[in-house]
């Protein structure tokens, strides 16, 4: 479980580096750079909910599961976030 230090969240947005669609409001814990996106952690998701970018159709994340939840992937480099 995250410490109670890391509990503050705040939303990002979350862009397509190629074409600077915006894909997800997401809530996130902590500082540092986004790696995951916890599913349901996503205020917005502005995708088709297949981790493509629906304006360029490019793969930015995978499927996965950290400490047992499911979450994207981001594959890096594929997206950049805005505070
Ligand atoms: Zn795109």
């Given at each position: 479980m995250p410490t109670k230090k890391g509990?503050?969240?705040h939303i990002i947005k979350v862009y397509c580096a190629k074409c600077h669609a915006l894909l997800y409001k997401y809530q996130k814990a902590g500082l540092g750079s986004l790696i995951k996106c916890y599913k349901d952690?996503?205020?917005?998701?502005?995708?088709?909910?297949?981790l493509k970018c629906p304006?360029?159709?490019e793969t930015f994340a995978r499927e996965a599961v950290y400490h047992g939840k499911p979450a994207?992937?981001?594959i890096q480099g594929k997206?950049?976030?805005r505070h």
């Open positions: 509990r503050r969240t952690r996503i205020a917005e998701d502005y995708t088709r909910g297949d304006q360029c159709g994207n992937k981001i997206v950049y976030v």
